[in-house]
């Protein structure tokens, strides 16, 4: 069993959606919580960051943690053609980069 | 956000070259960078911790004579494939965290293909 685990997808949507990513984990010492987001062929793009449980808005994006069912989601309002991209959740029990534990992606398409 | 940046963008270099990568941090000091290694449709695989000033870090199941890191100013980590073969064909990306910390800033990634 991977440490956090992602649906690969891909996930189709209309163009105005609202969308759901998810992310599952068994490690309960994560406390730091990031959804990138990663077009094709690029670096991946730090969209949300969170520590420990709860909601954080930002724009269209919501990010939300919920550590006692170990899960975490990202929401995108009215999603758009160009939100079409693999969504990465990320986690760590601390500040060090080199615990990040990436989850396998999850590949969104909006179509217009 | 803080600016990685990485180059070249995309390289293709003939089996038995060494192909350099270049990471600089564009707006703040790193001492710490990050090599990953991400295959079509999969998730980033660290390959290991670049510290500068001192040798890297090494994930389990990747050779360090293979894969030269070198971290020699605060700004600047460069990954240097040795005698690339074609199994060394990948995405390469760098990534750096401000002051240490836990969010990571990524590079746009190199495309390297070994003919």
């Known amino acids: 069993q991977k440490e956090v685990e992602q649906d690969p997808g891909p996930l189709s949507v209309p163009e105005g959606a609202i969308v759901s990513l998810n992310c599952t984990y068994s490690n309960s010492a994560f406390q730091y919580f990031m959804w990138y987001r990663q077009y094709s062929r690029k670096g991946p793009e730090l969209l949300m960051y969170t520590y420990s449980s709860g909601n954080k808005e930002d724009g269209r994006f919501t990010a939300q943690v919920d550590k006692s069912s170990k899960y975490i989601s990202l929401f995108i309002r009215d999603s758009q053609p160009s939100d079409s991209a693999t969504y990465l959740c990320?986690?760590?029990?601390?500040?060090?980069?080199?615990?990040?534990?990436f989850g396998g992606g999850t590949r969104l398409m909006v179509k217009p | 956000g803080a600016v990685v940046s990485q180059h070249p963008s995309r390289v293709i270099c003939k089996s038995g070259t060494s192909v350099k990568i270049e990471c600089r941090s564009l707006d703040f000091q790193a001492t710490t960078m990050f090599w990953y290694r991400q295959f079509p449709k999969q998730s980033l695989m660290l390959m290991a911790t670049s510290n500068e000033g001192s040798k890297a870090t090494y994930e389990q199941g990747v050779e360090k004579d293979k894969f030269l890191i070198n971290h020699a100013s605060l700004t600047l980590s460069t990954l240097t494939v040795t005698s690339a073969h074609p199994e060394d064909s990948s995405f390469y990306i760098c990534?750096?965290?401000?002051?240490?910390?836990?969010?990571?800033?990524f590079g746009s990634g190199t495309q390297l293909s070994v003919l």
């Open positions: 990534s750096a965290n401000e002051r240490g910390g836990e969010k990571l800033f």
């Open positions: 990320a986690m760590t029990p601390n500040n060090a980069g080199n615990m990040l534990t």
